[in-house]
């Protein structure tokens, strides 16, 4: 079992910065890739940035440019910057690890809650 927890959400202005963390702990030492998905109400669960084990970094066309994904594998932590936020970045992210080794199993955090707002 791998326990994910997520901080650093909050509220901030359009055009401003946040920096989202994701610890895991637990069976660590099978853990892929980390990365990060985001949901509003009503719409699914959408990629936007993930970091794989061999380094191989993944993000969305919607915040390329803007986010930037980072991990320290030897604290099996996963984090995001995120700059020039925008209105339509709120949001809750959810961290996402993938464990491999003969299955590959998943885990979610409880999701931090992202507001760009005036």
């Known amino acids: 079992q791998v326990q994910v927890v997520e901080s650093g959400g909050g509220l901030v202005q359009p055009g401003g910065s946040l920096r989202l963390s994701c610890v895991a702990s637990?069976?660590?030492?099978?853990?892929?890739?980390m990365g990060w998905y985001r949901q509003t109400p009503g719409k699914e669960r959408e990629l936007v940035a993930t970091?794989?084990?061999?380094?191989?970094?993944t993000d969305a066309d919607s915040v390329k440019g803007r986010f930037t994904i980072t991990r320290d594998k030897a604290k099996n932590t996963v984090f995001l910057q995120m700059n020039s936020l925008q209105q339509e970045d709120t949001a809750v992210y959810y961290c996402?690890?993938?464990?491999?080794?003969?299955?590959?199993?998943?885990?979610w955090g409880q999701g931090t809650q992202v507001t760009v707002s005036s």
């Open positions: 970091s794989s084990r061999g380094g191989t970094l």
């Open positions: 996402k690890v993938l464990t491999m080794g003969g299955a590959i199993y998943s885990y």
């Open positions: 637990g069976s660590v030492s099978n853990i892929g890739s």
